[in-house]
């Protein structure tokens, strides 16, 4: 019998190492023969750990578990399937997972991260394959007719970066990976490399081919240490099975891929200090132009693209350019990998075609509030996103739609908060984060935030209010013109959308200091 217990972070937050063990030891006290697989998370989080038990009818799910009920479970003949107050049914009639369209998560979850039989096994390495088939042009040409555009956050159309880069003058090329991940409720990027590694490695390689790399380096938070420890094995078996190397599947192209850790600032998400803190430096924004795709790393062409964008790669190249486009709403193409968290019932990950609603994403998914409250708004799009009312509940998820709205999708995080929230304090929490996280390069970030903090706690003072909501305004205009990369530049997004939607919780503090 074949049983799964995730090694995802998310598992391992709540018992899923002992979960395993416990599990083992009962298998052998009682003599069962047992094979004890490690997947990824499903990203169903309000259930793990989830267990997975292999039976005739398919994969049975018990959740969550924790270590205290494997006698029970074994007595309850869970090997074979059997009821259970834990047991779930068979994980893919879950409606949260069965709802979903999944292309770039297909198989988080499902496989072992660490077997690449498992990985080629459901369809691991095919795109690699189409892709040497053709030239990079042609390449490149699916990947604009797909319509992928980054889910890093600006959200620009892959196939023209990539081009930029095939086509700027340069003796060695580079591709970074990035995987900073640092909005916060974001989790996407770590459920690949945790749960799909190949799939962003494979990803990498037929980027670095198209775009004439040799070199690629995946920029990870040290925060991530499960990530780090499934990369570097899921590397070292890429590179034995002859994927990575000086003879990329036996086409004679080089490619060598490794991963360098950063220090875990905001900041060093951003493209252009994340390259610097590659270089060695500290992490502090360059001035563009020169675009990184034109003069990146060491001065040379670089194509940077974030772990989803380039898990996903894989899959248009297998299925082809039309599978992906043929999804989605507008000039938002194929799908997203929603990641609902915060003061949600049912946090997780959802990927389905854009221009599903929040309301679905909330409700039908997340199940409303955890606390049971009034849903009141929700932040998209990581720190530097808008705060969006429930009354905007029915917008689709569209970058076009969201961008009228004066908000954004970002990398796709969506963050709940019922109607305790005090809008005003999370508008000065904006501003201190800024604060904090500002590189220190330009005026308008590093003293407008800290400044922006100071006018904030008179508001809250109950302080000349109108004059200092006039004044917050102003700074706010300032910072998103003048700053140097969008850290500065969409602060002022959480905090004139808290402002805007809200209104009645920037005055309410005055009116209580009165
Ligand atoms: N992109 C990421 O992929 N991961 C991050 O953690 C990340 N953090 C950022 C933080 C700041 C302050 C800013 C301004 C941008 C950040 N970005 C991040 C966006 C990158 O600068 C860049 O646009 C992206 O990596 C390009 O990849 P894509 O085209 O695939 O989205």
């Known amino acids: 019998v074949t049983v799964y217990v995730p090694r995802d972070s998310s598992a391992l937050a709540v018992g899923a190492e002992a979960l395993a063990e416990a599990i083992q030891r009962e298998a052998a006290q009682r003599g069962v023969d047992l094979r004890l697989a490690r997947n990824g998370s499903r990203g169903l989080f309000w259930l793990e750990p989830l267990v997975e038990v292999v039976t005739l009818a398919g994969?049975?799910?018990?959740?969550?578990?924790?270590?205290?009920?494997?006698?029970?479970?074994f007595d309850a003949g869970f090997l074979a399937g059997g009821a259970h107050p834990t047991r779930l049914g068979p994980i893919e009639q879950i409606p949260y997972l069965q709802r979903q369209q999944r292309l770039t998560c297909a198989r988080v979850g499902l496989i072992d991260p660490l077997d690449l039989d498992d990985y080629l096994a459901h369809g691991g390495y095919r795109g690699l394959h189409r892709a040497l088939e053709h030239t990079p042009e042609e390449i490149i040409a699916a990947i604009t007719a797909s319509g992928l555009r980054g889910r890093g956050g600006a959200?620009?159309?892959?196939?023209?970066?990539?081009?930029?880069?095939?086509e700027a003058p340069g003796d060695v090329k580079y591709i970074v990976g990035n995987a900073d991940e640092g909005d916060s409720g974001s989790f996407a990027d770590r459920l690949i490399m945790e749960g799909d590694p190949f799939a962003l490695i494979e990803g990498?390689?037929?980027a670095a081919l198209a775009v004439g790399a040799t070199q690629g380096y995946i920029y990870l938070r040290v925060e991530y240490p499960h990530a780090h420890a499934t990369l570097e094995r899921a590397l070292a078996t890429a590179y034995r099975a002859g994927y990575l190397g000086a003879d990329v599947a036996g086409s004679g192209k080089r490619f060598d891929l490794e991963v360098r850790l950063g220090a875990g600032a905001y900041v060093c998400g951003e493209e252009t200090a994340l390259l610097e803190s590659l270089e060695g430096k500290r992490g502090i924004v360059r001035s563009k132009p020169p675009l990184p795709a034109l003069r990146g790393l060491f001065g040379q062409p670089t194509l940077v693209n974030n772990v989803l964008t380039l898990a996903t790669v894989p899959y248009i190249l297998a299925e082809g350019a039309e599978a992906y486009q043929q999804l989605g709403t507008g000039r938002s193409r194929g799908t997203l990998p929603i990641q609902l968290a915060g003061n949600i019932a049912r946090p997780g990950l959802i990927e389905q075609p854009f221009g599903i609603s929040l309301?679905?994403?909330l409700y039908d998914y997340g199940g409303g509030s955890a606390t049971g409250r009034p849903l009141r708004a929700v932040q998209v799009?990581?720190?530097?996103?808008?705060y969006v009312p429930a009354a905007h509940f029915d917008l689709p998820l569209d970058y076009e739609v969201f961008a009228a709205q004066g908000a954004v999708l970002g990398h796709g995080s969506i963050v709940a908060f019922d109607d305790t929230v005090d809008m005003a304090r999370m508008a000065r929490h904006a501003l201190a984060f800024c604060a904090a996280e500002s590189c220190g390069k330009c005026t308008p970030c590093r003293l407008g935030s800290t400044r922006g903090v100071e006018v904030m706690d008179d508001v809250l003072a109950g302080r000349q209010v109108e004059a200092k909501l006039a004044l917050l305004r102003d700074l706010g205009e300032t910072m998103r013109l003048g700053?140097?990369?969008a850290l500065g530049g969409m602060t002022p997004y959480p905090v004139l959308s808290a402002l805007e939607h809200f209104p009645e919780?920037?005055?309410?503090?005055?009116?209580?200091?009165?």
């Open 381 to 386: 799009g990581g720190p530097l996103g808008a």
């Open 505 to 514: 919780d920037f005055t309410a503090a005055a009116a209580r200091s009165r």
């Open 155 to 166: 959200a620009f159309p892959a196939g023209i970066k990539w081009n930029t880069v095939r």
């Open 483 to 485: 700053s140097l990369c």
């Open 59 to 73: 994969r049975i799910a018990y959740g969550p578990v924790q270590a205290q009920d494997v006698p029970e479970l």
């Open 359 to 361: 309301r679905e994403i």
């Open 204 to 206: 990498m390689t037929i």
